[in-house]
């Protein structure tokens, strides 16, 4: 079946620092492939997404890029902010369901 | 556009009651709901898929009689666990999937069940 392996947490950084939270994915056929983020105590929202290889999502200074070739969707940031603190979730989809990575972590201190 | 909402966001009963979660798309019609659970600091794992008017197709090891799922209404489905244990107590996140948008799942806030 699908699968999704993103990097473990937890990650913490300086504000402004550089971010790049690591999925990769395992699927027969090609899904589109998701970055979700969850803040405490609240449900997942979309990210960011992409559906064919090659293409590039990106939102709120976040970007990933559909690698088929490395079959990855690694998120990245130039400069973080403290309010980026979350759990960022990667996910992959065909056929209407998705499935998700384990979840990271991401703290960012002033 | 595209919320979903859920109710109740936290809930206590205690073992052996029943407790219902509802999940609404308020803007937009959901043809497909899905109902995930959270365990803490873990990722989502999706319990079961309810498409409006039929019956829910269940996860594999998730119990249909213990969580009946309910998908009666374009914008409305609910989760009722019943006779509820202490090891049901998690966090419930429900996402729907409209007519248009592929693959595209809008996410509720979820609900904390703690069972006492």
């Known amino acids: 079946g699908d699968s999704v392996t993103q990097m473990e947490g937890p990650v913490t950084l300086s504000e402004e620092a550089f971010l790049t939270i690591n999925c990769t994915y395992t699927a027969t056929g090609y899904p589109s492939l998701f970055w979700y983020v969850q803040y405490p105590g609240e449900g997942l929202q979309l990210l960011l997404k992409?559906?064919?290889?090659?293409d590039k999502g990106s939102n709120k200074g976040f970007e990933a890029t559909y690698r088929k070739e490395t079959t990855s969707f690694h998120l990245e940031k130039g400069s973080v902010q403290v309010s980026d603190s979350a759990v960022y979730f990667c996910?992959?989809?065909?056929?209407?369901?998705?499935?998700f990575g384990k979840g990271t972590l991401l703290t960012v201190n002033p | 556009g595209a919320v979903v909402s859920q109710h109740p966001s936290r809930v206590i009963c205690k073992s052996g009651t029943s407790v219902k979660i509802e999940c609404r798309s308020l803007d937009f019609q959901a043809t497909t709901m899905f109902w995930y659970r959270q365990f803490p600091k873990q990722s989502l794992m999706l319990m079961a898929t309810?498409?409006?008017?039929?019956?829910?197709?269940?996860e594999q090891g998730v119990e249909k009689d213990k969580f009946l799922i309910n998908h009666a209404s374009l914008t409305l489905s609910t989760l009722t666990v019943t006779s509820a244990h202490p090891e049901d107590s998690s966090f419930y996140i429900c996402?729907?999937?409209?007519?248009?948008?592929?693959?595209?799942?809008?996410f509720g806030p979820g609900t904390r069940l703690t069972v006492t």
């Open positions: 992409a559906t064919k290889a090659d």
């Open positions: 996402s729907a999937r409209g007519t248009s948008g592929f693959n595209e799942q809008y």
């Open positions: 309810s498409n409006e008017g039929s019956k829910a197709t269940y």
């Open positions: 996910a992959g989809g065909s056929n209407y369901k998705l499935t």
